[in-house]
T-cell receptor, first 110, second 118 residues
Framework: GDSVTQMEGPVTLSEEAFLTINCTYT??????LFWYVQYPGEGLQLLLK?????DKGSNKGFEATYRKETTSFHLEKGSVQVSDSAVYFC?????????FGAGTRLFVKA | SAVISQKPSRDICQRGTSLTIQCQVD?????MFWYRQQPGQSLTLIAT?????????ESGFVIDKFPISRPNLTFSTLTVSNMSPEDSSIYLC???????????????FGPGTRLTVL
């Protein structure tokens, strides 16, 4: 069945460092791919999405490109801030079902 | 995006009791989902709440333990029945297929209900 694998955390970075959180997937068909972010004590918020191969999703300085050849959707940000500290979930939707990765916790130090 | 509220935001309950969680959306949506998120874990889908029919449960979840109602296109409830400490978790409502959102593939989440069972 469909699955999502993302890098284990926690990831600890200093402010203004470059961020990459790896995400790979297995799926039949052509799923849509998502990154969600969960701040402490809150629900999940949609961060960005891409619906077809080579699409780039972007929001708040975060980017991810739908790479069908490598079945990947890595999340990147050029310069992280303390306020980016949160848990990041990679997800795919095929049909009406969404599959979430395990989540990667990011700590950003001032 | 759809705006989703959940009540209660948190509760502490005694073993053997039941708690009903409400999910309200500010627009009509096609699909509503209930998830469980245990501390430090990812999300596990409990069921899909279907308007006008019974919910569709995932493997490991049953209607007697987690009865769900979906009386209309903007509201759903999840009941956690006969609770035990193992039910302590965050319960999240999500929606897809809002007329205000980007299609049925994108889910929007409520803030969650943090449940502790003693």
């Amino acid at each position: 069945g469909d699955s999502v694998t993302q890098m284990e955390g926690p990831v600890t970075l200093s402010e203004e460092a470059f961020l990459t959180i790896n995400c790979t997937y297995t799926a039949t068909g052509y799923p849509s791919l998502f990154w969600y972010v969960q701040y402490p004590g809150e629900g999940l918020q949609l961060l960005l999405k891409a619906t077809k191969a080579d699409d780039k999703g972007s929001n708040k300085g975060f980017e991810a490109t739908y790479r069908k050849e490598t079945t990947s959707f890595h999340l990147e940000k050029g310069s992280v801030q303390v306020s980016d500290s949160a848990v990041y979930f990679c997800a795919l939707t095929g049909g009406f079902k969404t599959i979430f990765g395990a989540g990667t916790r990011l700590f950003v130090k001032a | 995006s759809a705006v989703i509220s959940q009540k209660p935001s948190r509760d502490i309950c005694q073993r053997g009791t039941s708690l009903t969680i409400q999910c309200q959306v500010d627009s009509q949506v096609t699909m509503m989902f209930w998830y469980r998120q245990q501390p430090g874990q990812s999300l596990t889908l409990i069921a899909t709440a279907n308007q006008g029919s019974e919910a569709t449960y995932e493997s490991g979840f049953v209607i007697d333990k987690f009865p769900i109602s979906r009386p209309n296109l903007t509201f759903s409830t999840l009941t956690v029945s006969n609770m035990s400490p193992e039910d302590s978790s965050i319960y999240l409502c999500s929606v897809a297929g809002s007329t205000q959102s980007g299609g049925t593939d994108t889910q929007y989440f409520g803030p969650g209900t943090r449940l502790t069972v003693l």
